[in-house]
């Protein structure tokens, strides 16, 4: 499976930002659009990360030693 | 005496006893209670162990010892007999103690206890948190154990996108402590996850020695890697889980509390996107009322001054009104292909807030100035192709165009 370009706490931090930017206001529309845009990409990534990535399990093949070496 | 028998020195006989006990006997576990304990320079461990037929000498160093001895405890040793070099004594060289016994293993674990809280180890402020979103998780833990196939369980239940590595160890008996501080050293060293959870089931004090151990204590507390422990069932306690920077109260509640529940975070997700489309919607019929109110001044400039500069205030306010709108045109195009990419997760939500988009358009074309036109206010036209603003731009003779809402007037200019 392909590695995602950032975390997905990254991605989650980064829509968090923008939703907390829209809601103190004060934004003019050339840079809400965009950021707009970024939120709902973010926000569909995620989504889908969540309904599609799975878990995976590894076992350590070393041996871990149970006796004090002399 | 026989000529074939094998002739030593003393040195070469002790030492060929040691490597022959060492590879044919091997480490042992025995059990039998402790006599004679003490401790010599404060570095060597010595005691007896016995039953009632018999007595072992036993050697070990105190660094080693992790755990309260007393004289009358029952004990259970993992150990390699050994002669000593020097003195060519015979004794059991110790690896691992374990004790038997309720008594025995409460008073260990009281005195521990203290001991360790003495030295601040279960205090609040050590504690770390554990990262909001974990993407590795170490699990120590014993392969076949109930508790490893909880904690997995819950992990793909609660959250997806994780790599757990799994280190295998022994969770009770003999040497236990050690592999589980080997699997401390290797998430440490080697093999660097964002949260370690340790953990098993439930048992009786001898079961759970092990958490209860100073060693598994110590790699707890000294992991730099923020570590989960639960152990067993809500009642049981381990010193490990004091020393945890999470303290679960059993294997899936330790997975539980390392990783956060996708239906949660799905539906924070669908609640910020909606939120950022309400606000959005705020932005642009602020900016609507606003070109409404720009426009609404601009028209009444035009009438105040209808003599003079009329024609030129009309260009540059339809030159206002085409940019205006070409700005929200494409705003409007590229929020249209977010909201039908997003409509899943929006649902009906979107529709309404792309109406309003397509109402504000509809608006802001129903009061552009170009309009004018079809009023009866004209734009006239140099024949150099220039809009005529002032009479100096003209001269007698030239020809000129008047572009009226549904067509162009072409005219000579006799008089100026």
Redesign the interface.
Known sequence: MAESKQ???KQ?SE??K??EE??E?N????A??E???K???L??E??K????????????K?K?????D? | MKTDTKFYTVSEFVQFLRGFLATNVG?VSIQGEVTGFRVSNDRFVWFDIKDEGSVLNCFMLKN?LMTVLEDGMEIKI?A?PQLFAKSGKFHM?I??VELIGEGALQKAYEQLKQKLNAEGLFAEERKRSI???P?TIGLITS?DAAAYTDV?RI??NR????????????VQG???P???V??FS?FNTQ?NVDVIILTRGGGSLEDLQAFNSEEVARAVAGSAIPVICGVGHERDVSLAEFVADVRASTPSNAAERAVPD?KE??YR??R??R???G??D???SR?QSDTVSLLARGQSRIEEKMQGGFVRVNASISRIATYIEG??AR?TM??EN??R??EE?LQGNIRRHNDNLHASIRLLKNINPTNLLKRGYALAWSSKGRLITSVKDVTVGESMRTQLADGDIESTITKR
Request: hydrophobic content about 50%; overall charge neutral; cysteine-free.
């Open positions: 975390s997905f706490g989650f829509l968090e923008i939703v829209f809601e206001g934004i003019d529309l050339e809400s659009l950021k707009f845009e939120a709902l990409t926000a569909s995620l989504q990360r969540l309904k599609t990535v799975e878990n995976k399990v590894e076992t350590i070393k871990f030693k149970d006796v004090i002399e | 480490p080693e993992l390699t060289r690896h691992a990262p909001r979103f993407e392969s997995v992990l793909n959250w997806s996108g994780l790599r757990i590595v799994h280190a295998p160890v022994k003999l040497g236990a050690n592999t589980i080997s699997a290797y093999e996708k975070i799905a997700i669908s910020m996107a939120s950022v489309v606000d959005l705020t932005v642009v900016l700005r929200v705003g590229r929020i977010h909201v990419a997003l997760v």
